[in-house]
Nanobody
Framework: QVQLVESGGGLVQPGGSLRLSCAAS????????IGWFRQAPGKEREGVSCISRSDGSTYYADSVKGRFAISRDNANNTVYLQMNSLKPEDTAVYYCAADRRGYSGTWYCRYRYLEVWGQGTLVTVSS
C-alpha cells in the first residue's frame, strides 16, 4: 500500500521556523516527483514547492522563495520542507504528494496532478 505521512506541523510565532517531514511507504521517493502544497481556510490548495523526478527542476511559489527549502533524504525515504521566517499568512494545512511521471516541478505545483497524497499537517503562525 502506497502511503505518505506528514509530520512536524504545529504552532509557531511569526519569524520562527518549522521543518515538515513526509515519510513514504510503498514507493521510493528518489524515483518520484515530490510536491508540498498548502490550503488555508476558504482558499484553494496551492503548490508551495515541487521537485521533478526527471531533471531535478525545483519550483517555489513566489510567496515562499528565499524562506522555504525542499529536500530529500533518500536513505530514509523522506522529504522535508524547511520553513524559515514564517508569517501569519503561511498558516495552512500542508500536504505532501508524490508522482512517478516525469513532469517539471512547475507543472506539478501549477496543476496539482499527483498520484499519492498525504493526510496533511497543520501549521499555525501566530503570536
Amino acid at each position: 500500500q502506497v502511503q505518505l505521512v506528514e509530520s512536524g506541523g504545529g504552532l509557531v510565532q511569526p519569524g520562527g521556523s518549522l521543518r515538515l517531514s513526509c515519510a513514504a511507504s510503498g514507493l521510493t521517493l528518489d524515483y518520484s516527483a515530490i510536491g508540498w502544497f498548502r490550503q488555508a481556510p476558504g482558499k484553494e490548495r496551492e503548490g508551495v514547492s515541487c521537485i521533478s523526478r526527471s531533471d531535478g527542476s525545483t519550483y517555489y511559489a513566489d510567496s515562499v522563495k528565499g524562506r522555504f527549502a525542499i529536500s530529500r533524504d533518500n536513505a530514509n525515504n523522506t522529504v522535508y520542507l524547511q520553513m524559515n521566517s514564517l508569517k501569519p499568512e503561511d498558516t495552512a494545512v500542508y500536504y505532501c504528494a508524490a508522482d512517478r511521471r516525469g513532469y517539471s516541478g512547475t507543472w506539478y505545483c501549477r496543476y496539482r496532478y499527483l498520484e499519492v497524497w498525504g493526510q496533511g499537517t497543520l501549521v499555525t503562525v501566530s503570536s
